[in-house]
């Protein structure tokens, strides 16, 4: 459906115009496949601060000929023209009539929620590729786009979009999932960007984005985004993440009966095919069962589905014209907070030093249920950079909002407060900025 559609919208000379946010490793690699492009989308517009870092998406993604807009109505009309159009102030795109979906790809809070608040403002749907923010306040800003009449969906080709896209398929086939998750090949809570240096050099990465790679950060993130959008909990603090040789082991590692009592987030540790993402299925039919057996999905009455491959930049084609064409979003919250990543101390620290946020060095998250993470009042890792901590604390104790300073912040403490409102408002607000 999505690629005849597609086709159609290219047959007609009316494709899906696409302003990006943010010109890093992730958002260059969305930027060279749009402008392939797949049919029926076009990269109208790249918003970055760095100019340099614009250019250099526009390069790389072949595009030559492309102008600067300091207004929504030069970009507006540059796109009109054909033109490709780069801005330093996201206001420009997500106020841009010719625009019709926000790809936010900066991996920001602040900025990024700043620029999504006014996308939906303004009438435009949103893909997110940030589980930082969509972790953090998915809920409220999916809110306010049901609100507006618009989409916003975090993509496909990122594990937990690819997650829910089988979950969603299995669902339709009469199947009953009860846990979905990631296969992740190694965890340390403890790596940082001196750590991770190297590694993120050879590949033209972000040293602080890598670290949250390893020390399980992004992995809480991604499945907070995953348990949000299936109503999943996770079965304890971090997961389970057992050890195994094939993801299709994880029909008998995780608990029973956490699984049937309202189903699991987790992920599978080192295990075969070693990328994409997985969904177990529950099936108590005893011939429904053979049937499966015989057809090498194991025994059950757990079966194991299971998607070989993640690829964020060219699945994101499907989530943008499912979003735009049809309403549909890939993956977003169901309700309020289900699951949150909570800021767990990387090492000892004394009273008065500042936390510096997702990969960094002072700080990894966890994934936690949300009734658990406010019970304790948990400071949220994305709302963790520059933070000033009131007291010492000891390598791997939760870090709550008691035990620090909090910055002068503006959209995003605004989004926190109005999200504890909505959905947990016996819960203690903190005084935010």
Not at 97 to 119: L, N, P, R
Not at 120 to 129: D, Y
Not at 264 to 293: M, W
Not at 392 to 412: A, H, S, Y
């Amino acid at each position: 459906m999505i690629d005849t559609a597609l086709l159609e919208r290219e047959k007609l000379g009316q494709p899906i115009r696409v302003g990006l946010l943010g010109a890093g490793a992730a958002a260059r690699a969305i930027a060279l496949q749009l402008a392939t492009p797949p049919p029926g989308i076009r990269l109208a517009a790249i918003v970055n601060r760095t100019p340099e870092h614009g250019e250099r998406a526009f390069r790389e993604a072949g595009i030559i000929e492309w102008r600067r807009a300091e207004s929504a109505r030069s970009a507006a009309q540059a796109i009109s023209h054909g033109s490709a159009v780069f801005a330093e102030d996201p206001c420009v795109v997500t106020e841009c009539d010719g625009v019709d979906v926000v790809v936010e790809a900066t991996g920001t809070i602040e900025y990024a929620a700043t620029a999504i608040v006014s996308a939906i403002g303004h009438g435009k749907h949103v893909v997110q590729v940030n589980a930082e923010l969509d972790s953090l306040l998915g809920p409220i800003l999916k809110l306010r786009a049901d609100r507006a009449g618009v989409v916003i969906t975090n993509t496909d080709g990122d594990e937990p979009g690819v997650a829910t896209t089988l979950l969603r398929y299995l669902r339709s086939t009469g199947l009953r999932p009860v846990a979905a998750g990631n296969l992740k090949g190694m965890v340390d809570h403890y790596r940082t960007p001196e750590t991770q240096r190297n590694f993120a050099l050879k590949y033209d990465q972000d040293p602080k984005k890598v670290t949250s790679f390893a020390d399980a950060t992004k992995l809480s993130m991604e499945t907070t985004v995953l348990a949000n959008a299936t109503g999943f909990r996770a079965g304890q603090r971090g997961m389970y993440g057992p050890a195994c040789e094939h993801v299709r082991e994880m029909a008998t590692l995780l608990p029973a009966e956490q699984m049937l009592e309202g189903g699991l987030v987790d992920y599978a540790l080192g295990a075969a095919p070693h990328t994409g993402a997985f969904v177990i299925v529950h099936e108590d039919n005893l011939l429904k069962r053979a049937q499966l057996s015989y057809l090498k999905m194991g025994d059950g009455p757990f079966h194991v589905f299971y998607t070989p491959f993640h690829l964020p930049h060219i699945q994101i084609a499907s989530t943008i014209g499912r979003a735009v064409l049809f309403g549909d979003p890939t993956v977003a919250p169901i309700g309020g907070p289900v699951c949150e990543v909570i800021t767990m101390a990387k090492r000892d620290m004394k009273a008065g030093e500042q936390l510096d946020g997702v990969g960094g060095f002072c700080a990894y998250g966890l994934i936690d249920n949300s009734s658990a993470a406010r019970a304790i009042d948990a400071l949220p890792l994305s709302l963790s950079e520059g933070c000033v901590l009131r007291r010492d604390v000891r390598k791997d104790e939760v870090i709550c909002f008691r035990d620090v300073q909090l910055p002068n912040r503006g959209v995003v403490d605004a989004l926190w407060n109005e999200q504890l409102t909505r959905w947990h408002a016996g819960a203690h607000q903190p005084a935010l900025a």
